[in-house]
């Protein structure tokens, strides 16, 4: 058989090893060189091919974690959709495979940081050509999402999603919440995502759409520019009534603009 050998699969079956095209890969194909980050379902590592020597991102997850046992649909939305995409700023999935205890995702590695590492702190002056081309990279990721046959609502749009390489060129990543929009109406109800940068309509248990995106890359520019989020509160409750009720902070948005090749670049009102 091309597929390993799992009593307790999580994921679909890899295409390519159900086909008889090559064997699904297992974990010993892999030196794990170090750990880059942790999100709230998985573990992402460096990793080389010990055949090739590519260098891969994979992420794991753990399949005994209840949290993860809860997003198992989730998880193969999440390939699915993956393997359908190939833009310039989303990060590519190349294959996947599980062993008894983790599935594994063999991704593109991004070479540098997330977007979260550069942000500004808060007063001080931005990088406007910086965040000018992180934000053509982005918008030309969503608009890619939106506009495909089937529309791709990403709905976690937040700096530690977006990775930057060693050109400062950036990746939309983490397709964990990403769902298929089919109708122009508001018919989707899950809330997900991240709570500081969740549209009123989500919170509100109003339905949204693909709009979720854009709302999330208004939290995102505000944040890039200010080195701060519109909305604040000590707890869950008080943020999420905040953010319901356009209540923004009180504090004065500095705009800066800059003469470029005849081009004047202002940054204004954000939401």
């Known amino acids: 058989s091309y597929l390993n050998d799992v009593k307790n699969r999580f994921l679909t079956l890899p295409k390519s090893a159900v086909e008889g095209l090559e064997h699904e890969p297992?974990?010993?194909?892999?030196?794990?060189?170090?750990?880059?980050?942790?999100?709230?379902?998985?573990?992402?590592?460096?990793?080389?091919?010990?055949?090739?020597?590519?260098?891969?991102a994979i992420k794991t997850i753990d399949k005994s974690l209840p949290e993860n046992l809860e997003q198992k649909a989730n998880f193969n939305r999440e390939i699915e959709i993956m393997y359908k995409l190939n833009h310039p700023n989303i990060v590519k999935l190349y294959g996947h495979f599980e062993d008894e205890e983790y599935c594994y995702f063999i991704m593109q590695f991004i070479p540098n940081?997330?977007?979260?590492?550069?942000?500004?702190?808060?007063g001080k002056k931005p990088n406007i050509k910086l965040i000018t081309s992180i934000m053509k990279d982005?918008?030309?990721?969503?608009?890619?999402?939106?506009h495909m046959k089937l529309?791709?609502?990403?709905?976690?749009?937040?700096?530690?999603n977006i990775l930057l390489d060693n050109n400062n060129k950036a990746y939309?990543?983490?397709?964990g919440w990403s769902n298929y929009m089919t109708r122009s109406i508001r018919t989707m109800t899950t809330v997900c995502g991240t709570l500081l940068y969740l549209?009123?309509?989500?919170?509100q248990h109003l339905g949204h759409d693909q709009t979720v995106d854009i709302w999330c890359i208004g939290m995102l520019l505000f944040e890039l520019i200010t080195?701060?989020?519109?909305?604040?509160?000590?707890?869950?409750?008080?943020?999420?009534?905040?953010?319901?009720?356009?209540?923004?902070?009180?504090?004065?948005?500095?705009?800066y603009t800059k003469q470029k090749k005849n081009v004047m670049i202002t940054w204004t009102k954000l939401i």
């Open 138 to 146: 982005l918008l030309s990721a969503v608009y890619y999402l939106h």
């Open 172 to 175: 939309l990543t983490d397709f």
């Open 151 to 160: 529309t791709i609502i990403h709905r976690d749009i937040k700096p530690e």
């Open 113 to 122: 940081k997330d977007l979260y590492e550069i942000l500004p702190e808060s």
């Open 26 to 56: 297992q974990k010993t194909d892999f030196n794990f060189i170090k750990k880059l980050g942790e999100g709230s379902f998985g573990t992402v590592y460096l990793v080389s091919h010990k055949k090739t020597k590519a260098i891969y």
């Open 227 to 255: 080195g701060t989020t519109p909305f604040e509160g000590n707890d869950f409750e008080t943020l999420a009534l905040n953010i319901s009720n356009i209540k923004k902070k009180k504090k004065i948005v500095k705009l």
């Open 199 to 203: 549209p009123p309509e989500m919170i």
